[in-house]
């Protein structure tokens, strides 16, 4: 019996908040713990929109808590989950996810909130010493740094959720040495290249949100559908890994593999390069990090290489795609540079999806917004809210400078 079950054993099943349980990651986790229930406890569910589907979760997973937006659709919900008999207390309001992320019954916190939105419940689940599974990227790139020295602090076992950094932590040697120290020479990351790996820069303008979602290898939630696709969630990926691995920029790289069978590769200096491998789907990265250092059944389906015949690799192309550009140049600046590209990316998506701006302007309005905010130190969680405060208005003026010449017809 491992460490980890015996504990189990002693202490009934591990306790875990779900936050942004109706997303694609929160889904996927669910659908991981209810093949464990000795061994997950929901304890705290959230959602922000999807309120109806949060209460089919509560009904079934019958948590301690349900965390919801708006204070109106948590007297509602909370009206139909006591006719029915479930014990959920329901909560609103984003101080409601801080609280839940820091209670006593919670063993690990599941950050599956997408954006900046995340980083006050992260922050608060890192400063109480909980085994965190970060999904969330963005809290990660906009304070990484803030967050570790924290986990440092406090004990926070911080483990990654996204598949090419959960693969990089598969690879790694289980001492957590510094990268030097244990011999390696660089991280890389794989990308699969998105829904236009082949499509010529001139077609971007034309691009719908629709085309920008619909991608080839993931079903992923909108926004991360979008950086996708304009390679920017492997710049946001480049900063994460530089965070949670402690690594410099140059010590990380990216190669384009089209299939997303390997999820990511770690080289050491004897030239060894380890690679993990799977078929795409989080359950696989989620399952690995709920029960760590344990491997439990993901209900995911076998690798059948032999099926897939061949991987396929390439360069990726920062012409194409100069966002990709734009995060490792804020990676090397540091400061409050990774901030304040998160907070342009974030307006410039949305603006995006909403018909507002084209496809094609998306990293110009980025890098418009980086090369006018002054770069300025930010160590202290309140300076990083407040340069991405000011580089959120910042964009929301290059947006509508573009006008509706930016966006798609
Ligand atoms: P999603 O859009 O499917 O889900 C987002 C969740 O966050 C939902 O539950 C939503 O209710 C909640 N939410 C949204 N805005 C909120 C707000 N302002 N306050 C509180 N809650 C809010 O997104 P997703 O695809 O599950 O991605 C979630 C995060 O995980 C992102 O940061 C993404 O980059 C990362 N990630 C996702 C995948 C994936 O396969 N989906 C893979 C790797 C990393
Ligand atoms: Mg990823």
Known sequence: MSQHERSAAKSGPDGVAVLGATG????STLRV???HPKRFQAVALSAFQRVSELREQCLQFRPRYAVVHAVEGAYALQHELDAAGCPTTVLAGPE????????????????GIVGAAGLKSAWAAVA?????LFANKEPLVMSGHLL???AAQTGAELLPLDSEHNAVFQCLPPSRVGLGQAGVRRILLTCSGGPFRNTPASAFAAVTPDQACAHPRWSMGRKISVDSATLMNKGLELIEACRLFH??????????????VIHSLVEYVDGSVLAQLGNPDMRTPIAHALAFPDRIEAGVARLNLPEIGRLD????????????????????TGASAPAVLNAANEVAVEAFLAGRLSFAAIPEVIESVLAARPVVPVETLEAVIAED???RRDAQQAVAARGRKGAFA
Do not use: W
Request: hydrophobic share 50%; with cysteine; charged share 20%.
């Open 24 to 27: 694609s990651i929160g889904v």
């Open 148 to 150: 570790m020295d924290l």
């Open 96 to 111: 409601a996810l801080e609280q839940v992320a820091a209670d006593p019954a919670v063993a690990t916190v599941v950050c």
């Open 128 to 132: 109480a010493g909980k085994r965190v």
């Open 247 to 260: 690594a410099a920029p140059e010590q990380v790289d990216v190669v384009i593999h089209p299939q997303s």
């Open 389 to 391: 405060e000011g580089a």
């Open 313 to 332: 690799f390439e360069p990726p192309d920062e012409t194409r795609f100069p966002c990709l550009r734009l995060a490792r140049q804020a990676a090397i």
């Open 33 to 35: 713990m209810a093949l």
